[in-house]
């Protein structure tokens, strides 16, 4: 009987450590995908009106740009 206590103590803690392990790594994800998302903020942001207009885009549009480069089209 204590076998079988152990047993079900130790999938808990597995299940457990599975959920810390996705959890650690879509925070690692979401940090990584920031970081993206910052950096192309930052240089697009650097970028004349003129260079913005030979790229296609406009002032309005650098925080959509910079959220499809970070996650994609929405």
């Known amino acids: 009987m204590a076998v079988l206590v152990?047993?079900?103590g130790t999938a808990r803690n597995e299940a457990?450590?599975?959920r810390i392990a996705k959890f650690v790594a879509d925070a690692r994800d979401y940090m990584a995908r920031r970081s993206v998302y910052r950096q192309t903020l930052r240089e697009l942001?650097?970028?004349t009106?003129?260079?913005?207009?030979?790229l296609g885009m406009c002032r309005s549009n650098i925080r959509s740009v910079?959220?499809?480069a970070a996650w994609g089209a929405k």
């Open 6 to 8: 152990l047993n079900q």
């Open 16 to 18: 457990g450590n599975g």
């Open 45 to 47: 942001n650097d970028l």
């Open 49 to 54: 009106d003129r260079d913005l207009a030979d």
């Open 66 to 68: 910079a959220y499809e």
